[in-house]
Nanobody, 115 residues
């Protein structure tokens, strides 16, 4: 049974940084593509960044050069380092598999960026 537990969100001023963590159980993140998604109020959930089993990463254009996805396979945890945050980054952030996420989603972690 897969469990996804996101943490690390908070309130930060524009230009600030946050590091999100996703503790994963039930699958080995080293063999799956894992991703961070986000959903802002009134908007659809969107993919922010992904990391493949081989370590190749991809990013949405809106976060490229600001966000960095990484993982620690020894503790089955995926990270998202977010720098130069903008108010438009405000959303609930989730991790899940990609490109076919599980129907089950964790509780997410709220990121709020003030201007």
């Amino acid at each position: 049974q897969v469990q996804l537990v996101e943490s690390g969100g908070g309130l930060v001023q524009a230009g600030g940084s946050l590091r999100l963590s996703c503790a994963v159980s039930g699958i080995r993140i080293s063999i799956w593509t894992m991703a961070w998604y986000r959903q802002a109020p009134g908007k659809q959930r969107e993919l922010v960044a992904g990391i493949a089993g081989g370590g190749i990463t991809n990013y949405a254009d809106s976060v490229k050069d600001r966000f960095t996805i990484s993982r620690d396979s020894s503790i089955n945890t995926v990270y998202l380092q977010m720098n130069s945050l903008k108010p438009e980054d405000t959303a609930v952030y989730y991790c899940n598999k990609s490109p076919k996420p599980y129907d089950y989603w964790g509780q997410g972690t709220q990121v709020t960026v003030s201007s």
